[in-house]
């Protein structure tokens, strides 16, 4: 069984929970025929204190509006993952963590492709249940490993990963969790075991989302959930850049990262003081 006492499972049903919530609209951007029961019962109770914070009674929304950012974040990283499966010469696709994840089990991939996923032993063993009797659509290998661990690359070799050929790795809904200094030291290890003109993709946020009083209240329910905010950055690509990545960042809105459901002014880079989320996108140099 799943330890709800661990903040970062309970984000990972959270994730399943919008995930299923979005399959079930009529203007869904993609389905996801796996995420109800990835969720269980936790998971939408866990989005009800979301959507509590996000549409509070009475009062004009000033938090990201989370359905449709997580919709809009998933589509885009789907995408980003069919395009780099596509690639001649690519072979291995990472997603780190994994969480309640099913793009293992509800895309299409090339036959070529092995697919790794990452998380904790616990997150693992539990979507091995929830997904009892369902087949992969790609090779597919589960790495049961915590990425803080010292020897989660070891594990990972072992699992057949081979650092010499190219990959696609995707940190999704992980690095505002972070410490800035584990976050820096993750991107690095990455990069480390990632051959040149490997792929990858993550989302982050900016410094003043941290930080602004209208933030407060989502803020304070992943903090209530032992999982708060640590990190922002308001120049992702510099980031990526000084961990050996050349990447690209849009915020959700821009072209390629709208759908027709982001619902907020997208400002510009130059305006100082607002909340944004980026989806970083690029390559190992």
Known sequence: MIDLSCPVERTALLTAALRAAETRREDR?????????????AGPE??????????????????????DFNAIRTRFFDDFLHDAAREP???????????????A???????????????????????????HGVTPRVAHR????????????TRLTDAGYDPELPSTWLLEGLLYYLPEGDARRLLERVAAIAAPG???AADLVNSAALTLPSMRELLEVFAGWGCPWQFGSDEPEALFERCG??????????????FGR??????????????RVFFVHGHRR
Not at 90 to 103: C, H, K, L, N
Not at 245 to 258: L, S, T
């Open 89 to 103: 010469g690519m072979t291995q696709i990472v997603i780190a963590p994994a969480g309640m994840d099913s793009r």
């Open 142 to 153: 589960t790495v049961a490993v915590d990425l803080t661990d010292a020897d989660w690359e």
């Open 46 to 67: 866990l989005l009800a204190e979301v959507r509590a914070a996000t549409f509070p009674a009475g009062r004009r929304r000033t938090v990201p509006d989370t359905p």
């Open 29 to 41: 951007i993609y389905t996801d025929p796996y995420a109800a029961r990835l969720a269980g019962d």
């Open 105 to 131: 089990y509800r895309m299409e991939w090339p036959g070529h492709i092995r697919f790794f996923e990452i998380d904790r032993t616990d997150v693992v063993e539990f979507k091995a249940e929830r997904l």
């Open 262 to 275: 982001w619902p907020d002014p997208v400002p510009d880079r130059s305006v100082e003081g607002v909340r």
């Open 245 to 258: 990545f050349a990447v690209e960042a849009v915020q959700p809105g821009e072209p390629g990262a709208d």
């Open 198 to 200: 490997s792929r990858i």
